[in-house]
Each structure stands twice: as structure tokens, then as C-alpha cells.
């Protein structure tokens, strides 16, 4: 049974084009969970989202950033005219429901490392 | 909002010696509190969680962690260190009514040496 599924590992973009960070969750698993960790920093909360539906997006830059999970595919971050700020690493947790508090948590994955030229 | 703090940026053991790893939260209503581990270019990995119940919590790997209400911590604690234990550690808070999310602490890089 595969893990969460991250890609690219390392994507390098340079000012001013888009960034596209996939994310398959776990089989079985229909809640998804971005986070972005900066250098030197913990990891902050960005989006939560379920099947078609975005749940919180609290976290998230009101500009250039969105989120998706269609019904069928990855979860997708997009990150449009990417600045040098935005260089970071991006860590995508899935659950089969409910939370961290649930029995089975979440999982995450190994995270796309994103570097903005 | 709950908030955590992680005292120690970087903490060096000895192989051996015992892991002390220090995490202080800040909740309104009674918190979730977990430690996770970062390997080099690696996702986190979860050691261990308090939710209800028992304070202290055994988790993986050896590391076990107390909840202490009166002094609103959560250290990880680990007996003897090993060379495998170098990594970073993650405190994180949630709440019922949390909205399913983390907050994490900046992270303690954890350095054992021979």
C-alpha cells in the first residue's frame, strides 16, 4: 500500500511562472491536507480539502495560490507568478476521515521543495 | 488560538544519553498534542500523540512524552539516545473544533554524537 504520493520532489521555477505541486493520498483516503515550511520555520496549515470540495482554506495567500482535488486524480497546489518568497518545501497529509486526533492521523508525505529563482 | 513552543532550536546529545526534547503549548480549551520526526528531505512521521486519557504516552522508536496540564508541557523524552535518533522533531497542537489542522512548533534539531 503505497504512501502519499508527492511530485515533483524538487521543482525549480523561476520569477513570474507557475508552479504546479501534485499530491495522491493514500489509498482509501479522502481528506487531503497541504502545509508549507519555510526555511527555519515549523510547518503552517494551508488548505484542508475533500473530495471536490475545499473544507478550509484558511491558510492560504489570498493571491497567486490555489487549491483542488477533483473527484478523480491528485490534489493540486498552484502557485501562479511564483515569487522568491514562495520558495519552500510544500508536505501533503491525507486521512481516510476526520483529523489528526482519529486513530489512523494523518500521513504525510516527502514534501515537494519548491526554489524560486 | 493554541500555539506551541519549542525550546531549543538544537540540542546534542551523547549516544546514550538521555533525549530531553522541549515543547510548551498554549490552548484555551484542553489540547491534542503530538511530536513528530523529520529525516533529511523526508515527510514527518509521527511518534507519538496524547488525545485523552493516560499522560504519559509511549510512542514509537523508544520516545515517550508526559502531558502536564499544570505546567502546559509536553517534553519528549527518550533513555538512551542512538546514532538513528539524529532528526528533527515537530511539536504540534490541535483542538476539538480545530478544523482538522496543526499548528506546529519551529522544530528542535536533534544532534547525537559518539
Known amino acids: 500500500n503505497a504512501g502519499v504520493m508527492q511530485n515533483p520532489r524538487h521543482l525549480v521555477r523561476r520569477r513570474g511562472q507557475e508552479a504546479r505541486l501534485r499530491c495522491s493520498p493514500m489509498?482509501?483516503?479522502?481528506?487531503v491536507y497541504w502545509y508549507r515550511q519555510l526555511p527555519e520555520e515549523g510547518l503552517k496549515f494551508m488548505v484542508y480539502?475533500?473530495?471536490?470540495?475545499?473544507?478550509?482554506e484558511s491558510g492560504m495567500p489570498k493571491e497567486r495560490f490555489s487549491a483542488e482535488f477533483p473527484k478523480e486524480g491528485p490534489s493540486i497546489l498552484r502557485i501562479q507568478q511564483v515569487v522568491r518568497g514562495d520558495s519552500a518545501a510544500y508536505f501533503c497529509?491525507?486521512?481516510?476521515?476526520?483529523?489528526?486526533?482519529?486513530?489512523?492521523?494523518?500521513?504525510f508525505g516527502s514534501g515537494t521543495r519548491l526554489t524560486v529563482v | 488560538a493554541q500555539s506551541v513552543t519549542q525550546l531549543g532550536s538544537h540540542v546534542s546529545v551523547s549516544e546514550g544519553a538521555l533525549v530531553l526534547l522541549r515543547c510548551n503549548y498554549s490552548?484555551?480549551?484542553?489540547?491534542?498534542l503530538f511530536w513528530y520526526v523529520q529525516y533529511p528531505n523526508q515527510g514527518l512521521q509521527l511518534l507519538l500523540k496524547?488525545?485523552?486519557?493516560?499522560?504519559l504516552v509511549k510512542g514509537i522508536n523508544g520516545f515517550e512524552a508526559e502531558f502536564k496540564k499544570s505546567e502546559t508541557s509536553f517534553h519528549l523524552t527518550k533513555p538512551s539516545a542512538h546514532m538513528s535518533d539524529a532528526a528533527e522533531y515537530f511539536c504540534?497542537?490541535?483542538?476539538?473544533?480545530?478544523?482538522?489542522?496543526?499548528?506546529f512548533g519551529t522544530g528542535t534539531q536533534l544532534k547525537v554524537e559518539l
Open positions: 497529509a491525507s486521512s481516510p476521515r476526520g483529523g489528526p486526533t482519529e486513530a489512523y492521523g494523518y500521513t
Open positions: 489509498k482509501g483516503h479522502s481528506h
Open positions: 480539502l475533500q473530495k471536490e470540495n475545499i473544507i478550509d
Open positions: 490552548s484555551s480549551v484542553p489540547p491534542y
Open positions: 496524547y488525545t485523552t486519557g493516560a499522560t
Open positions: 504540534a497542537v490541535t483542538v476539538t473544533g480545530g478544523g482538522n489542522k496543526l499548528t
